[in-house]
């Protein structure tokens, strides 16, 4: 398409005292002589991308240790930590990423939305020491002013917003304000999309701007993202990237699919033939052993955790909310039942799970 046409595709409305169509087709007009470099250059190296893949929340402190080697292994340099836990887990977690990471590399923080303005405010005057390049949706992604209040409070660290944000005027608004200085929307497959785009014809710079990265879900769409030393390389089908395997729509539509049959306490949601790489487990935490469970789980055997890894487990995460734990990992290996029956076998994961069996509901 010509920029006039691709101009013509878009909706101005409520956004022109922020840019008219004739400003777009400038900016798409002084770009277009080098379009084709541009495109060269995506082709043979990549787009920069950042991995969330080494700071869940719900990783031990040796499994972030191990992520972040394998990240660092494997080209990444930008390196993303969920925050927000309480003030003493962030803190203990960014200094395990920094020291992991190095003060040579990137560290970015994501807060997903669970603080006030001044919780936000004050979170990150302690989180400071750690040199973050940004904190991601420190507070309800509604919030322009709060936003606005957050980041002239931590400046210079910038504040980033926009994977929940809903339309085109509250991100006009976020920057209008000077609420955000990094702006993005989730889902890999489709960003890869636009960022490209805006390198290629709008931009023409790749200062500051990076693709999130996450190991998870790819296998259920037809045309995946393609990684490649750290970095998006371009999608050669047609389309968004976004289409999904009918199956796995069937699997996981609720609550008929088949991922939702075993939706009990205590039951694992076994991989089936056609999904044989997400398992999901539901179990229960005695009240007065709350405290018990977190302090035990902040440093998981060494043991355990190689066993795990023994039985071609990947990403194995726990997310707690109040009394119910919510579990999930990613089986890589070829005989689930036989790795799980070599795990129960493990006289040190049988002596774990014994000691777990205090902290956990049983009914």
């Known amino acids: 398409m010509t920029p006039e046409q691709l101009v013509s595709c ?57 992520l972040c080697r394998e990240a660092l292994a494997n080209g990444w340099r930008h390196f993303k930590l969920k925050v927000g836990l309480s003030l003493e887990d962030d803190l203990h977690r960014a200094r395990i990423m920094r020291e992991e990471i190095g003060a040579e590399n990137t560290l970015m923080f994501d807060a997903n939305q669970v603080w006030e303005v001044n919780e936000a405010i004050a979170a990150m005057q302690h989180l400071a020491a750690f040199d973050p390049f940004w904190i991601e949706e420190p507070t309800s992604p509604d919030d322009i002013l709060g936003h606005a209040t957050i980041a002239r409070a931590i400046a210079p660290i910038r504040v980033a917003t926009g994977e929940h944000v809903q339309n085109r005027i509250i991100f006009k608004q976020l920057f209008q304000a000077k609420a955000i200085a990094m702006g993005g929307v989730g889902l890999g497959e489709y960003v890869q999309h636009l960022s490209l785009f805006d390198y290629i014809a709008i931009s023409g710079s790749l200062e500051n701007r990076m693709i999130e990265y996450t190991p998870h879900l790819h296998e259920h769409f037809v045309h995946p993202v393609i990684i490649r030393s750290s970095r998006y390389m371009p999608p050669d089908a047609p389309g968004y990237s976004v289409t999904m395997y009918p199956s796995s729509i069937a699997a996981y539509s ?41 302090r035990l789980h902040a440093a998981v055997w060494p043991e355990v955790l190689a066993m795990i890894s023994a039985c071609h487990i990947r990403n194995y995460s726990i997310f707690r909310h109040g009394t119910l734990l919510f579990a999930y990992f990613e089986y890589t290996g070829d005989d689930y039942e036989a790795d799980m029956a070599k795990m129960a076998a493990d006289p040190r994961t049988r002596e774990w799970w014994t000691t777990m069996k205090e902290v956990f509901h049983t009914d």
């Open 254 to 294: 609720y609550p008929n699919g088949s991922a939702w049959a075993g939706e009990r306490r205590g039951r694992f949601i076994a991989p089936s033939a056609d999904l044989s790489a997400r398992v999901g487990q539901l179990i229960g935490l005695k009240q007065d052993q709350v405290e018990a469970y977190e």
């Open 10 to 66: 878009i909706d101005f409305r409520y956004i022109t005292d922020a840019l008219t169509p004739d400003e777009a087709l400038d900016l798409l007009l002084h770009q277009a002589p080098t379009k084709a470099l541009r495109e060269a250059e995506m082709l043979q190296h990549g787009f920069p991308s950042y991995t969330t893949g080494a700071g869940w929340s719900g990783y031990s402190d040796e499994q972030v240790r191990l």
